[in-house]
């Protein structure tokens, strides 16, 4: 099973990061998601570039 992530945050200090997650983990619980499609962009100094888009079909409910 994938293990996928969502970025927070992204170019600040390593004390910034810090923080933040200090802060974010004192909520946070795990939950359960569904994903119905993807899409996913290049950055190459800007602006962002799409790079693919797939929507799911036939989930399991």
Avoid: C
Avoid at 3 to 32: C, G, I, M
Avoid at 39 to 50: C, K, L, S, T
């Amino acid at each position: 099973m994938p293990r996928l992530h969502v970025t927070v945050q992204n170019k600040v200090t390593p004390a910034a990061a810090r923080e933040l997650l200090a802060d974010l983990s004192k909520s946070f619980r795990p939950a359960s998601l569904e994903v119905t499609g993807l899409a996913a962009y290049h950055y190459r100094g800007g602006p962002w570039e799409p790079a693919f888009t797939r929507n799911f079909r036939g989930l399991r409910r």
